[in-house]
């Protein structure tokens, strides 16, 4: 698969909230609906955005978006999403979708990246070895600490900024993430919001 093929597909959601800690939840309800997305190894599903979380729950806002970065070739099959209802301790949505192409920036972001390491010191340097294993040449600022449950396991990480990106490696990276567990919201990278898309090198 092309850099140039991957795509967001981003779903409007309507219900009132979801668990705090909603990542496993989310996949298991998604790849029930789609039983196609678990075969495939590309897909990614980002965090959900424009929630809310207090008191152990996401609330939704009337802008809630569920998104799916996934083949260019796929999004019809997973407009399929459209209409129907998700399963996470209580009912929602799933509304319209809308195409979002992947654009580059010098500085990228995950709220959530997870290579097996609790350490930051130790999860830096995977971060670091995992890159040049893409051949992507960045600067990496390690964040804010995460855990998450997966069944009865915890999967830790932390938030991971990377800046000095150039264009064709601002791609590289949102095609193909870094660490694990990237169909429960973890090491999607998105376009910092304070920072312009790039047109070139």
């Known amino acids: 698969m092309s850099e140039g093929e991957v795509v967001d597909l981003a779903f409007s959601l309507a ?3 979801v668990p705090e800690d909603y990542a496993d939840a989310l996949w298991r309800a998604l790849s029930g609906a789609l039983p196609w997305l678990a075969d495939d190894e590309a897909i990614g599903v980002h965090p959900l955005a424009r929630v809310s979380p207090a008191n152990g729950r996401c609330y939704l806002s009337k802008h809630a978006r569920l998104t799916l970065r996934l083949a260019s070739a796929q999004v ?4 399929a999403l459209c209409g129907t209802r998700l ?3 209580e009912a929602v949505a799933v509304g319209e979708a809308k ?3 992947l654009s580059a920036a010098k500085v990228m972001y995950s709220p959530f990246v997870a290579v097996g390491l609790a350490d930051e010191a130790a999860f830096l340097a995977e971060c670091r070895r995992q890159l040049a294993q893409l051949e992507i040449e ?3 600022v390690v964040g ?3 855990a998450m449950r997966v069944g009865d396991a915890a999967v830790h990480g932390f938030s991971l900024m ?3 990106l150039r264009a064709e490696h601002s791609l590289r ?5 870094l660490g694990a567990q990237r169909k429960r919201g973890c090491g999607i990278f998105v376009q910092h919001r304070s920072i312009a898309p790039l047109s070139g090198d």
């Open 76 to 79: 019809e099959r997973a407009r």
């Open 138 to 140: 960045a600067q990496p």
């Open 87 to 89: 399963e996470l301790d």
């Open 144 to 146: 804010k600490a995460h």
């Open 162 to 164: 990377l800046h000095g």
């Open 99 to 101: 195409l979002r192409p």
């Open 173 to 177: 990276l949102q095609h193909a993430g």
């Open 15 to 17: 219900g009132s909230g």
